[in-house]
């Protein structure tokens, strides 16, 4: 296991409805990052919070937001939701260095959270 | 910028097997390459990482990777399958500027073993 954990594990949501989705990062590490990945398909990079703040960001419309807390546990958030965003969202933890990139550890990822939308 | 690319979508092999996924990348940088693990309803499993000085690149269960430059490849080996890595495998290569990291993946491979 890697400490990070993610909730819930499965949700139903219907179109246009708004869902929040919640991941503790493994203990020590301040970056978390979210992905989507599709049916089929390999994870999408949707943004990365450092240190409570946006770090970076993914092709995805701004309904897509996200927030970390000071304890680096990350929420993200999802509105008027559409049937393609139905998909696993994966939330990954590590250790970031921001300004380098020959250092830094590899990311740990949840188990993920199963969201259908009908 | 950094992408990496899978061949084949599935790859089947008989128990005892040789294990071969191939992944070949492209990066105008030196790239950090990982190999990924996904069982069925999981997240994602670190098996390897490739980041600089030797380019054979063991990780877990039994499984290694060579970092070919001049053919701009990673590929995955595992000299005998068992029935329990049946599952599937996700290419990646770490991407971003000074200011953030992030891993681009392939689109997979899922590995099938037969007994």
């Known amino acids: 296991e890697t400490g990070v954990t993610q909730s819930p594990t499965h949700l139903i949501k219907t179109r246009g409805q708004q869902v929040t989705l919640r991941c503790s990062s493994q203990?020590?590490?301040?970056?978390v990052s979210w992905y989507q990945q599709a049916l089929g398909q390999g994870p999408q990079f949707i943004f990365q919070?450092?240190?409570?703040?946006?770090?970076g960001r993914g092709n995805f419309p701004p309904r897509f937001s996200g927030l970390q807390f000071p304890n680096y546990s990350s929420e993200l958030n999802v509105n008027a939701l559409e049937l393609d965003d139905s998909a696993l969202y994966l939330c990954a933890s590590s250790l970031g260095k921001r300004q380098r990139l020959d250092t830094g550890t590899e990311a740990f990822f949840g188990q993920g959270t199963r969201l259908t939308v009908v | 910028a950094q992408s990496v690319t899978q061949l084949g979508s599935h790859v089947s092999v008989s128990e005892g097997a040789l294990v071969l996924l191939r992944c070949n990348y492209s990066?105008?940088?030196?790239?950090?390459l990982f190999w990924y693990v996904q069982y069925p309803n999981q997240g994602l499993q670190l098996l390897l990482k490739y980041t600089t000085g030797a380019t054979l690149v063991k990780g877990i269960n039994g499984f290694e990777a060579e970092f070919k430059k001049s053919e701009t490849s990673f590929h995955l080996t595992k000299p005998s399958a068992h029935m329990s890595d049946a599952a599937e495998y996700f290419c990646?290569?770490?991407?971003?500027?000074?200011?953030?990291?992030?891993?681009?993946f392939g689109t997979g491979t899922r590995l099938l073993v037969s007994p």
């Open positions: 203990s020590g590490h301040n970056t």
């Open positions: 990646a290569v770490r991407a971003g500027n000074t200011g953030f990291q992030k891993l681009v």
């Open positions: 919070y450092y240190r409570e703040e946006e770090n």
């Open positions: 990066s105008s940088v030196p790239p950090y």
